[in-house]
């Protein structure tokens, strides 16, 4: 039970993290084709000549870092935890 917890905390901690990231990406615009995300790009703005773009390796990237972040995260919360627990 305790692990299935902290997965999920991790997966959360991760979509929270993936969606924060992308608050400090490029500015969007409406007709300049601007790349989003941050720090690759995963979605490429179309103009009104042509149409947007899922960049899946961005998303991908992305996703991994949020993931890898929050399960570091994680994981030092449940050693320090664990730590001061008194034996």
Known sequence: ??????????????????FVMQLFGRSHCFDCGAEIGFPLPYMHDGTYATHGRMIWTGLLVDSAIALMIAA????AWHRKRVLKWPA
């Open 1 to 18: 039970m305790r692990s299935l917890f902290r997965c999920a905390v991790v997966i959360g901690l991760s979509f929270v993290l993936f």
């Open 72 to 75: 570091l995260v994680v994981l």
